[in-house]
């Protein structure tokens, strides 16, 4: 059974740390997508990717988001400073066609 | 622009009764359309989709939804909840001309006992 994952689990870190979170998407899927999910904004779509190329980041901060895909099992996501609105739970899916299938997520504190 | 509508933010009901969760999409063109559940600490997992085809889309977990074009509408539907249904229920839209996905805002279904 085929699955998205996603690492870490739980993140707790301080105010200006750079927090890396890794997604691994499901072999032969080509695309990946990264989401925030809060109880004020719901689901946002941060970036996406297909066939390891960046196609939308427009949902992200610029100054202090990144998105990359080195190679086709891994995609990662920094905040780098971190701040404390950036508490939220990132979702990472991947697709192959028109249904995304998502991970775990990874629960950020930052305090 | 796309738009998913989810009426209703939270749906209590009773075990064992029917539940209808309600979604609205706009869109100019044809559209592929999902649910999506989330239980409490977990990702969304899938839980039917519409592509083409029959208007009635069987799903997991006994779930089913009905597309309705000139209503523009996919409701969600069960005949007979369980306490185990307790979740936030998605609704999205995609197209075939985009990747991505726009997501409602989710309804809580709470099954009470």
């Known amino acids: 059974d085929a699955r998205v994952t996603q690492t870490p689990r739980h993140k707790v870190t301080e105010m200006g740390q750079e927090v890396t979170m890794r997604c691994q998407p499901i072999l032969g899927h080509n695309t990946v997508f990264w989401y925030r999910q809060t109880m004020m904004q719901g689901l946002e779509l941060l970036a996406y990717?297909?066939?390891?190329?960046?196609?939308?980041d427009s949902g992200m901060p610029k100054d202090r988001f990144s998105a990359e895909m080195p190679d086709a099992t891994l995609a990662t996501l920094k905040i780098q400073p971190s701040e404390p609105r950036d508490s939220a739970v990132y979702f990472c899916?991947?697709?192959?066609?028109?249904?995304?299938?998502f991970g775990p997520g990874t629960r950020l504190l930052v305090l | 622009a796309q738009s998913v509508t989810q009426l209703d933010s939270q749906v209590p009901v009773f075990e064992e009764a029917p539940v209808e969760l309600r979604c609205n999409y706009s869109?100019?063109?044809?559209?592929?359309l999902f649910w999506y559940v989330q239980y409490p600490n977990q990702g969304l997992q899938l839980l039917l989709k519409y592509l083409s085809g029959s208007t009635l889309v069987k799903g997991i977990n006994g779930f089913e939804a009905e597309f309705n074009k000139s209503k523009t509408s996919f409701q969600l539907r069960k005949p007979s909840v369980h306490i185990s249904d307790t979740a936030e229920y998605f609704c999205a839209a995609g197209g075939y001309n985009t990747d991505k996905l726009i997501f409602g805002t989710g309804t809580r279904l709470q099954v009470f006992p």
């Open positions: 990717f297909r066939n390891r190329a960046p196609l939308d």
């Open positions: 869109s100019s063109v044809s559209v592929y």
């Open positions: 899916a991947s697709g192959l066609g028109e249904t995304q299938y």
